[in-house]
C-alpha cells in the first residue's frame, strides 16, 4: 500500500507503547484512527494527546481476547469512517516461567490476548476487507521470541511462534484467492514498553491464586530491568519500520532489529542440522 491519507487505521493496544506509536504514526499518514485498548484510563490519554479533538481519531474499549469486543470493535470502526484499510493486532502481554511451572491462569490469560486477539482480529476484519476489495493490511506484532527459541516465559514464546506461524498461513491464503491485501509479522526485540507491567490489566479471575512475595532480590532484579527497558528502542522507531518495510515494501516478516538475524539464522541452520 502507498496511498494511505483518508484511510482507516484500527490499532489494538493502542494505549501504549507500540500500539500507541503505531496509532500516532497512522495519524501523521493522514489516516483515520480506531485506537483500542482494554486499559479505559490510559486509552482515553492517549486518544486526547493523538487526537487533540479531532474527528478522525476514536477510542473504542475492547478486550480482544473476547471475540464479542472485537466484533464490536468492527462495528463502530465502519460507524465512525465507513471503512478498515489497516489492522494493526497489537495487543499483548506477558506472564509465567516454564512451561511446567506456569500456571494455567498465565497460560490462558497470554494465549487469550497474544494469540486468541490476533485470531479475533483476522476472522471479524478480513471479511470486511475482502467485501472492500482493495488494498488494506494486516501486520500481527509478534516478537524475535517467535522466530528463535530460549524465551523465558513459555507462554509469551510459544504465542509469538504461533503468531508468526498464522502470519505466515494469511498471507499463503491473500495469494491463493489473490486478494489485495498483505500480511506482516511484526518481529522487534527489545523495545521501550510496559510489556513487563502488563499485569496491571489482567483480569481478576486470571490472576494467579497464591502470589510469592518479592525478594529483595527480585526487587532489584525489577528495578535493573526497569532502567534497562527506559535504554531500548522507541517505538516510533518501530512504527516507522513496520509502515516502511510492511505496508509499503509489503514484507512478511518485518524485523527492525537487523542485529538478531545471527539468532534467527542459528535457529534454523539447528533445524537443518538434524534433518
Known sequence: MQELKGKTAVVTGAASGIGKALAAKSCAEGMNVVMADVEEDALAKARDELGRGAPNVISVVADVSQPQAVDELARKTLDAFGSADLLFNNAGVGAGSTVWESTLEDWTWVIG????GVIHGIRTFVPI????????????TASIAGLVKGHHSASYATTKHAVVALTEQLAVEFERI???IGASA???????TRINESGRNR????????EIPPTPEMLKAWEQMQEFMKRTTPPAVIADAVFEEGIRKGKLYIIPH???????????DGIMKDI
Do not use: G
Not at 490476548?113 to 486468541?116: D, I
Not at 537487523?258 to 534454523?268: G, P, S, V
Open 113 to 116: 490476548v497474544n494469540l486468541w
Open 129 to 140: 476487507m475482502l467485501k472492500q476489495n482493495r488494498p488494506a493490511h494486516i501486520v500481527n
Open 178 to 180: 489473490k486478494a489485495p
Open 186 to 192: 511484526l518481529c522487534p526485540s527489545w523495545v521501550n
Open 203 to 210: 483480569p481478576a479471575n486470571l490472576r494467579n491464586k497464591t
Open 258 to 268: 537487523k542485529e538478531t538475524a545471527q539468532y534467527i539464522k542459528d535457529r534454523f
